[in-house]
C-alpha cells in the first residue's frame, strides 16, 4: 500500500541553524501539507501546496518557514532560523485532491526535530 | 478560529469494555474525521463522515456524524489491548483541525 515518507525521523539542530525537513508524498497525490505536534499537545495545521504554490498557511507559517517541491518527488519544509520552540514533531501529508469526499489525506510517521 | 472540543482527555478502561468518546465544533465542518495515534508515529485515519446524520462502522469502531454537522462521537466495543492511544477527532474543508485527543489506557 502506498504511504508517506519522511526523512529523518529525528532531527536535532542547534538554535539560529537552518534546517530541511523532506518528505515523498504519495505518487498519485497532488495536495501536500505539513501539519506540526508539540510534545503532548494537539496536531496543527501549518501550510497547504499545490500546483507549486502555497494554498493557505497557519498563522504557526511565519517568515522562518519555507515549503518547496524541488522535483517531482519531494516536499521539503525548511525552517530558516530554528527557535527551542520550534522542537516538535513535524508531519507531511498528501492527498489527492482538496476539499470534498472521499479525498482524505494521508500522513507521513512523522520527522522529531530538537532545537538545542 | 474554529475549534474542536474532544473529551474525556484520557480514559482508564478494562479490556474487553466498551469505550466511547466525543467530539464537538464552534463551527461546521463538511467532513469529520477520526485518527488513531500510537507513540512515535504519525495520525492514522480511522472512520471518515460526509453526511450529517451518518452512522459508520469500521470493525469494532462506530462513529456518527452530527445532524448539525458541529459534533460526533466514537464507540470502540470490546477493546483489546492494541486498542491503546490517542484518538483525535478532526474536522476537514481543506486543511484538517484536530481536537486535542483522548489518550486511552487499558487495564489487564
Known amino acids: 500500500e502506498p504511504e508517506v515518507t519522511q526523512t529523518p525521523s529525528h532531527q536535532v539542530t542547534q538554535m539560529g541553524q537552518e534546517v530541511i525537513l523532506r518528505c515523498v508524498p504519495i505518487?498519485?497525490?497532488?495536495?501536500f501539507y505539513w501539519y506540526r505536534q508539540i510534545l503532548g499537545q494537539k496536531v496543527e495545521f501549518l501550510v497547504s501546496?499545490?500546483?507549486?504554490?502555497?494554498?493557505?498557511k497557519s498563522e504557526i507559517f511565519d517568515d522562518q518557514f519555507s515549503v518547496e517541491r524541488p522535483d517531482g518527488s519531494n516536499f521539503t519544509l525548511k525552517i530558516r532560523s530554528t527557535k527551542l520552540e520550534d522542537s516538535a514533531m513535524y508531519f507531511c501529508?498528501?492527498?489527492?485532491?482538496?476539499?470534498?469526499?472521499?479525498?482524505?489525506?494521508?500522513f507521513g510517521p512523522g520527522t522529531r526535530l530538537t532545537v538545542l | 478560529g474554529q475549534q474542536l472540543n474532544q473529551s474525556p482527555q484520557s480514559m482508564f478502561i478494562q479490556e474487553g469494555e466498551d469505550v466511547s468518546m466525543n467530539c464537538t465544533s464552534s463551527?461546521?465542518?463538511?467532513?469529520w474525521l477520526w485518527y488513531k495515534q500510537e507513540p512515535g508515529e504519525g495520525p492514522v485515519l480511522l472512520i471518515a463522515?460526509?453526511?450529517?446524520?451518518e452512522l459508520t462502522s469500521n470493525g469494532r469502531l462506530t462513529a456518527q456524524f452530527g445532524i448539525t454537522r458541529k459534533d460526533s462521537f466514537l464507540n470502540i466495543s470490546a477493546s483489546i489491548p492494541s486498542d491503546v492511544g490517542i484518538y483525535f477527532c478532526?474536522?476537514?474543508?481543506?486543511?484538517?483541525?484536530f481536537g486535542k485527543g483522548t489518550r486511552l489506557h487499558i487495564l489487564p
Open positions: 463551527s461546521i465542518f463538511n467532513t
Open positions: 501529508a498528501s492527498s489527492e485532491t482538496a476539499g470534498g469526499p472521499y479525498n482524505e489525506q494521508f
Open positions: 505518487s498519485n497525490h497532488l495536495y
Open positions: 501546496f499545490y500546483n507549486n504554490e502555497i494554498s493557505e
Open positions: 478532526a474536522g476537514r474543508d481543506d486543511k484538517i483541525i
Open positions: 463522515l460526509y453526511k450529517a446524520g
